[in-house]
């Protein structure tokens, strides 16, 4: 089993930074699994945001250029800076976990990924 915690959701204004923080612990081994971070508003379905997978990274348009996810070495947590936070990337957080994968693997899709922690909200005031 993995397990996952997020870490570093908070209230900020528009325009603002926040770092979220994914601990990855349980049966992981050494970067055998992609991290992806997803968001949620309420009505709406769990969204794909970031992804990394061994040292590929991949964004939706709408964080490419102020969100940047990223890893120290196989012990650290999994990170997505954010940078000049807009109130329309309101939304609980979460990470998710699955094995590494190749190109045929469906990342946008939140039921592709095996593995999820709790969520960790995020609101940004304009």
């Known amino acids: 089993q993995v397990q996952l915690v997020e870490s570093g959701g908070a209230s900020v204004q528009a325009g603002d930074s926040l770092k979220l923080s994914c601990t990855v612990s349980g049966r992981t081994g050494r970067y055998d699994y992609a991290v992806g971070w997803f968001r949620q508003t309420p009505g709406k379905e769990r969204e794909f945001v970031s992804a990394l997978n061994w040292n590929e990274r991949y964004y939706i348009d709408s964080v490419k250029g102020r969100f940047t996810i990223s890893r120290d070495n196989v012990k650290s947590p999994v990170y997505l800076q954010m940078n000049t936070l807009k109130p329309e990337d309101t939304a609980v957080y979460y990470c998710?976990?699955?094995?590494?994968?190749?190109?045929?693997?469906?990342?946008?899709?939140?039921?592709?990924?095996?593995?999820w922690g709790q969520g960790t909200q995020v609101i940004v005031s304009s």
């Open positions: 998710a976990a699955t094995p590494l994968f190749s190109g045929s693997f469906s990342y946008l899709r939140a039921t592709s990924w095996s593995y």
